[in-house]
């Protein structure tokens, strides 16, 4: 099956890793210039990966009722993200708070672990500059996607992976100050 992924993003790049490894054949679409570009920021660029706190308890602190995320904890977990990361290279450590970071504290090393992975993958294809213009359908059906170039390109399936606009806001912020 042919499978494309709209961001190139963590949650993006985990998606074409388990598509692939599927046997499907994946294209990441990217608009940035390389995948996870917004890793670079988080836990002040040192990337708080995951807690290693049990999966009840990360039920309970969600807001409101985080009981839908049974079913996604089922197929992927803090220990399944723990696991690829080291067994990739990347040494991670706990600090206070049950945090889990890498031993370097560089948030680029988990962004670079991330898409080496994806690499590693012959049935994957990274496509970036590539900002998803329209989800291309015919009735109820998806069959592809246009691109901003206006090159258009067909998928069996679509994974919409195009994450939040909190960096948006945290880029303004900083132009604020
Ligand atoms: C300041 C800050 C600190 C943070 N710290 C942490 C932390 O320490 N630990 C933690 O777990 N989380 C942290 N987060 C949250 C974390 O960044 C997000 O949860 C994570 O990036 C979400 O991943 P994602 O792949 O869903 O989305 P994103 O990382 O946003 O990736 C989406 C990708 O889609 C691409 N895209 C969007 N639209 C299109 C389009 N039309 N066509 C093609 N590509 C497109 C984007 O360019 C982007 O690369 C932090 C966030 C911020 C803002």
Same mark, same amino acid.
Request: hydrophobic letters at 35%; proline letters at 2%; a positive charge.
């Given at each position: 099956?042919?499978?494309?992924?709209?961001?190139?993003?963590?949650?993006?790049?985990?998606?074409?890793?388990?598509?692939?490894?599927? !046997?499907?054949?994946?294209?990441?679409?990217?608009?940035?210039?390389?995948?996870?570009?917004?890793?670079?920021?988080? !836990?002040?660029?040192?990337?708080?990966?995951?807690?290693?706190?049990?999966?009840?308890?990360?039920?309970?602190?969600?807001?409101?009722?985080?009981?839908?995320?049974?079913?996604?904890?089922?197929?992927?977990?803090?220990?399944?993200?723990?696991?690829?990361?080291?067994?990739?290279?990347?040494?991670?450590?706990?600090?206070?708070?049950?945090?889990?970071?890498?031993?370097?504290?560089?948030?680029?090393?988990?962004?670079?672990?991330?898409?080496?992975?994806?690499?590693?993958?012959?049935?994957?294809?990274?496509?970036?500059?590539?900002?998803?213009?329209?989800?291309?359908?015919? !009735?109820?059906?998806?069959?592809?996607?246009?691109?901003?170039? !206006?090159?258009?390109?067909?998928?069996?399936?679509?994974?919409?992976?195009?994450?939040?606009?909190?960096?948006?806001?945290?880029?303004?912020?900083?132009?604020?100050?």
């Amino acid at each position: 099956m042919n499978v494309i992924v709209v961001g190139g993003g963590p949650s993006g790049m985990l998606a074409a890793i388990s598509s692939a490894q599927n !046997g499907n054949k994946v294209i990441i679409l990217e608009k940035n210039s390389f995948l996870g570009k917004k890793i670079l920021v988080t !836990g002040k660029g040192r990337c708080n990966v995951t807690s290693s706190i049990e999966m009840e308890e990360f039920i309970k602190n969600i807001p409101g009722n985080g009981k839908f995320l049974y079913s996604a904890f089922q197929n992927f977990t803090n220990k399944d993200i723990i696991n690829l990361l080291e067994n990739n290279g990347v040494k991670l450590k706990e600090e206070r708070g049950n945090r889990i970071f890498p031993v370097s504290d560089r948030a680029e090393d988990i962004r670079a672990c991330l898409e080496n992975v994806v690499r590693k993958h012959e049935n994957i294809e990274i496509k970036i500059n590539s900002r998803v213009e329209e989800i291309l359908t015919e !009735g109820e059906e998806v069959y592809g996607v246009k691109l901003e170039s !206006g090159e258009k390109i067909q998928a069996n399936k679509v994974i919409i992976a195009t994450g939040g606009n909190s960096y948006c806001r945290y880029r303004i912020y900083w132009r604020r100050i």
